[in-house]
């Protein structure tokens, strides 16, 4: 062992003992007859002294030529600082040093290593070995790991059996584009990596294994937005017997014991609330319930006046802004161009002061009296100092528009707190989804979950209404987890699939494996899935999953840091009877 | 809920209770006016009672269309058994059922769904589903997670954390084939999957991270012979700052911890054991020492008699077999004809019969006097009542053919106790292998092996001679983990690469990232990796990792139940900017 203390645990209870440290340069501070340097490993800094007075020669000199993030090993004495550093754990101390070996030099490193660092995000990337120096993603990396372990110790307590499957699968056209790798010796044919253990996880229920989980990678060749990953990592769980109600008392145990446990923070039970309810007081599937600012439905106080706008639209819906009263025209002329952006796409907003003096000023006055614009702030729950902004159009579009000013406003008004966490359930998805521009429906979760027995009939006359036993966990205005309960006969998935446009072949092409262990005793069944890197991120207090991922890729896919993807060789291609076009 | 308890859990404590079951019937004894089922879940076999007297007449005749492995969920009353079965942990009661719902109804099953099935592999393997319902296979499912849960317990306690690794990294040509994965954003370019974490978990040393573990699946694109899987599962780890000596103890504690936590088994401290002296005395770099039989080498009292055969020979070597006096002529001539197979390719062999009396008669009396034979009987240890069996040439090919038969006569002679655990250290690795076709050394570990410092100067001049800091732990004559001290520096690893061949393109290539990552201050650093389908596998009791892998492949690299790997789209091989060929 090259040390016996690390740097973050001496203390003046270790006074005078005769220590060992090893790790690297953080700074060295040479002040001529006396060389401050700060020795820094994973677990904290511990200041070095070498003493012109008190060090050997050949000690004091060589610590001359330390430069930053030399590794190197120390041999002395641990004695009490003179000018102590309440802010260090190992303030009050320093080593007085009587032997040092150099481990290896360093070339000075293109970012420095601190907590705020000088290296924008290409650089970092590119040296992530530098990075991971850093106390923000080296925390962030500790902290990854201590939310898996408790999450691996919840589950397996209540005898839930983590169970490996296979990264070599099939490859199915249907929901997003699978990776493939080509099998050398099966000729001609690919593997697929998983997008998720979905049907082997069904199939382990299949297999009487009935409370399962795993941590594990997923795959998707998405186009990558901002903070998408072409990998990822999923808690997937599933269990057997069970119906919706088990399922979300099971997941919301789980993250009330990592809030508790990770944060100390405790939470009621979650709110459950549908996805109708969802849709319409807050225009998201995955409401921010920190705050309030619920949408207001104004359609029977705002339509048959005389502004053609809103009597022309399928909906009008408000918000009140909590003290914001007081913006001036400029700001709210900023927000409904904010609210023009195409990235929103907005017509144009109407505006309602609510005054000090309980009378109201907006935008459309020509066309509402102080009594119609009371009711808007009954409705929209506005109160005296608050305003209230009211857009129109398509009700969905409308409310997806207005949940975006009402995430912007939040942010604005500081009222996303990270500190705080507001879990839900969503419940109550549609089971499917139109797709506009081919008209046909396709599974909003995927294609195995089951659809409400009371709904069933719907399929035929009115699909879009049918709804399924499917949920989403929301945090902080984040989907975390998402799950429902499956389809477990083979004569409904069969109609589901059929549904969804398979022909019968397809369908048993793809999935004839699912439908036949159907047909062998399947239990019921139903389970979930939370995203490992949004979980941590949000648990960490922050948005940004790639700081939580060891070595993210970029927005093309790349590890800029080992420079992959990238090209192969000619004997490679030919073993896997491929050729470049 | 579908249940209030499991199948495993009533006793006479639950008697007059009411409790809901759910499972599958495991069988069903129909006598006419009463009717036995057995209720079969993960946690046990509760028998159901349907009694023509007491049970209503439609669940009566309702479960006399009970199917095997059909899925029902029951109402009941716990009642007393008449006749008790002591073999079942519910043995003593049953439930007298009042409702019966079939939640699904099964086909009959292809093979029978017992401890002991009538299904050969091939079945087993395209319905694994059904495979998994049996106690055998389930088991060892849940051993393996209370496996890996333990491992994770034992390792975090230590401060270790676990990292994720990418999956879509670099392809490298040297050591085995990967998998590719073509990229669709990344024309022409292809990520491989990883056959190892290594250069992560050292650029996550370089990081900082000075103590990391993963379980993580690797992958190797290799002809695949028996028992292995084109993915598994490794238990990787790494460490800096430490030596040798700090990772065999900190691995072998876990191991340890294992033995006891898993199987109750205390073991003493692991013998350490040079490559050399493994090779010498056991013919093998992974020994059984579960037992004895130790290599005696023999040229010393077999050389310069009259017998050409060992005169020409490079080595002599024998082995004494406990008891094993007392084979018949014919006995021995199967052995030598077992060693003289191609897959041993001994070209004979010698016997020595030590008799009761203290004679000897052995096979090549005409050569060597009793006195002659008195030596070998010593060398190899040999007792009363012993069989010395002896072999000669090339002194490698010869150990191995002599391991051969030591492994085969342990097995017969029912020394290898699968409840018996015998680890143990090799260490001291050669860093190089002489490649005969090619007459070219590569590395017997990987190129990132740090060779002994002391030994650095045989590299121009012996290269074979060459020691590493590497180790492989043991058990039960096979590797079940593996590492070394890595390479830090930059100069020391590009030698390394010239010695394996690499031009100095290549290797920035292929491992410029490392090099350029030792500039930066990386510290010393060792690991090593568990393969962790056979530590499970051997802990387990048995040989065969298959067993202990939800969803295997065969040895074709294909998963028979879904059927994968599989012809894929046009769109997609366009998309992916591949053709075949």
Redesign the interface.
Known sequence: ???SHNCGELNVSNINTEVTL?G?VQKSRDKGFMNWVDL???YGVTQLIFDEGRSEKSVFELAKTLGR???IQVKGTVIEREAKNKNMTTGDIEILVSELTI?????T?PFTIEDETDGGEDIRMK???????RNPV?NN??F??KV??EV?KYL?DLDF???????????T?EGA??????????E??????PQSPQ??KQ??M?????KYFQIV?C?R?E??RADRQ??F?QIDCEMA???QE?ILNVFEGLTRHLLKEIKGVDVEKFPRITYDYAMKTYGNDKPDIRFGMEFGELNEFAQHKDFPVFNAAELVVGIAVPGAGIYTRKEIDGLIDWMKRPQVGASGMVYVKCNDDGTYKSSVDKFYDQQDLAHWAKITGAKVGDMIFVVSGPAHKTRTQLSALRMELAARLGLRNPGEFAPLWVVDFPLLELDEESGRYHAMHHPFTSPKPEDMALLETDPGKVRANAYDMVLNGNEIGGGSIRI??KATQQLMFKYLGFTSEEAKEQFG?LMD????????HGGLAFGLDRLVAILGGQETIRDF???P?NN????V?????????D??L????????
Chains 1, 2 share one sequence.
């Open positions: 062992m090259y040390r090893a690297w820094r490993d994973r993030e030399y590794v481990l290896n030099a360093s070339l490193p040296y992530r070995y530098l990075d991971i120096r080296k990396l500790l990854r790991h898996t372990m691996r397996s059996c983590e169970v490996e499957t296979p990264y070599l699968i099939k490859s056209p584009r699978d990776f493939v790798v080509p099998s050398r010796m099966n001609g044919q690919f593997y697929a990596l049907t082997f199939l382990l299949v297999g009487g294994m009935d990678k795959f060749d186009d990558l072409p990998e990592t017997f069970v119906e088990d477990h006969d494996f262990a159907f047909q062998f005793g399947a239990p019921p991922i060891a070595f890729k093309s896919g790349r590890d840091m080992i420079d992959a993807p990238s090209k192969i060789d004997t490679q030919k073993e896997l009877h491929i050729k470049l076009v």
